[in-house]
T-cell receptor, first 109, second 117 residues
């Protein structure tokens, strides 16, 4: 499985944008980039995914580098409810999710 | 639409015992995956069931086994419990796909916290 590298932790102020980076230099052409997050005492939840183009949904935006070796999850206005562990996962789409340790995001009021 | 539910919420067992964990998938989902999450780690894939058949397995010993029922609910069974089996066990269901493939957006339940003493 292709590996991803994420910072262990990040901090943001409430109402500010947050950019969560993910490096995946060994990504293959068929790998989708998925982001999940896990709120305290809950199971992971899907955030967004993309292949080559940037993607937007109601939760976040995903910016994918032109060479696809890195991506950034963007939360446009962090709220206290966004405090969670964020996982960047590569998968061709029909394989189990392989989670790393993710990035623990703290949001300060 | 009911989400993924798991039971029990918490469970305490002793070494050598057997345990059964249960999962009800989200309505319309025919694929269920099980994950083990140790404290401070990301979830690790145990196995997946698609239409009542095992459809992939992670690096877990045979004492971890499962079932999927005609209504797509699922069980995870662990025999001969060890201390290292203490973890959060997560169940995830996914949308049906074409020709047996499943889209990778998975919907997770809240998990069962298993403690082995």
């Amino acid at each position: 499985d292709a590996k991803t590298t994420q910072p262990n932790s990040m901090e943001s102020n409430e109402e500010e944008p947050v950019h969560l980076p993910c490096n995946h230099s060994t990504i293959s052409g068929t790998d989708y980039i998925h982001w999940y997050r896990q709120l305290p005492s809950q199971g992971p939840e899907y955030v967004i995914h993309g292949l080559t183009s940037n993607v937007n949904n109601r939760m976040a935006s995903l910016a994918i580098a032109e060479d696809r070796k890195s991506s950034t999850l963007i939360l446009h206005r962090a709220t206290l409810r966004d405090a969670a562990v964020y996982y960047c996962i590569l998968t061709p789409g029909n394989t189990p999710l392989v989670f790393g340790k993710g990035t623990r995001l703290s949001v300060i009021a | 639409e009911t989400g993924v539910t798991q039971s029990p919420t918490h469970l305490i067992k002793t070494r050598g015992q057997q345990v059964t964990l249960r999962c009800s998938s989200q309505s319309g989902h025919n694929t269920v995956s099980w994950y083990q999450q140790a404290l401070g780690q990301g979830p690790q894939f145990i196995f997946q069931y698609y239409r009542e058949e095992e459809n992939g397995r992670g690096n877990f010993p045979p004492r971890f086994s499962g079932l999927q029922f005609p209504n797509y609910s699922s069980e995870l069974n662990v025999n001969a419990l060890e201390l290292d089996d203490s973890a959060l066990y997560l169940c995830a269901s996914s949308h049906p796909g074409l020709a047996g493939r499943s889209y990778n957006e998975q919907f997770f339940g809240p998990g069962t916290r298993l403690t082995v003493l």
